[in-house]
């Protein structure tokens, strides 16, 4: 349980922290970035084989960020693992900062891919874990995608050519919250029962709540033990998780938070 507190409390300071780099530049997506900062904290303090020191260590697992403009979460993350200094996520999205809207690997030690472009993503993962099996390495390559962008028929062709390469070194986390830019996802473009699309594709599928921490770890102890096929993990999560008038808003997609509204979202999170 030890475990499990810590990584609520660092799920909690990236919220905080997302809240406070959307607000100060007054630009950002913070439904996505607060829904996945209980995967992000997991990932970077617990799961990832990686060494902020050295972040182009060949050995290292590589994380894909495929729906970019989700950043802010993966920036804090980052800064709280030591990759950058904390104080820099206050340049975020600001003229010259590292920090870009959608990430930039040219421009930031400790991303292994820009993207901005929905649908890019599985095909690089793909490719760099093709590389992998090729080249005999044992680290993982882990790509978070979104719902959404799984309109995409690019997002397809890359799953699809993940099955004929049997890449049992790639995890996909796709962000299952029902939510784009324009409303509920079954209502734009219906995706359907994900579960049954990846294994007719052949891929090891597992669910999990993905804002609750005991239940994450339990699914990535599951996955340690497939091989030979690639595996996906859809994780159902609340878009605006921790701010209440948020939540489950598509509204919030990619709207600022006022200085009021800043600060009730500030007071929400500090009393978790």
């Known amino acids: 349980m030890g475990e499990v507190k810590n990584l609520r409390t660092r ?3 990236l919220r905080q922290d997302i809240i406070r780099m959307i607000s100060e530049v007054g630009s ?3 439904a996505g970035a607060l829904g996945m900062a209980d995967i992000f904290a ?4 617990h799961i990832l084989k990686h060494n902020p020191k050295k972040p182009d260590w060949e050995d290292r697992d590589r994380l894909v960020l495929s729906n970019g403009h989700i950043c802010a979460v993966r920036y ?3 800064a709280r693992s030591g990759y950058f200094p904390v104080k820099e996520l206050k340049t975020f999205r600001k003229i010259n900062s590292r920090l870009q809207g959608h990430p930039s690997y040219l421009d930031l030690p400790g991303l292994e891919s820009s993207s901005g472009s929905l649908g890019q993503g599985l095909s690089v993962a793909a490719g760099m874990a ?6 005999k390495k044992h680290y993982k390559i882990y790509c978070v995608v979104s719902d959404g962008e799984l309109d995409e028929g690019s997002s397809w062709e890359a799953i699809n050519a993940a099955n004929k390469w049997q890449l049992d070194n790639l995890i996909v986390i796709v962000d299952r919250n029902y939510i784009q830019i324009s409303g509920n996802t079954e209502e734009i473009w219906p995706l359907g029962s994900l579960r049954k699309k990846f294994e007719s594709y052949n891929w090891h599928v597992v669910e999990t709540d993905g804002n609750s921490i005991k239940r994450l770890l339990g699914a990535f102890d599951r996955i340690k033990h497939m091989k030979g096929k690639p595996i996906v993990m859809i994780a ?3 878009p605006g998780k921790g701010v209440s008038f948020m939540e489950n808003n598509h509204v919030w997609h990619g709207k600022p938070p006022s200085r009021e509204e800043t600060e009730k979202a500030l007071r929400e999170l500090q009393k978790k």
């Open 11 to 13: 799920a909690n300071t």
């Open 28 to 30: 950002g997506h913070p």
């Open 42 to 45: 997991v990932l970077y303090f």
């Open 76 to 78: 804090s993350a980052m």
């Open 130 to 135: 093709l590389a992998g099996k090729l080249d």
């Open 236 to 238: 159902k999560t609340v």
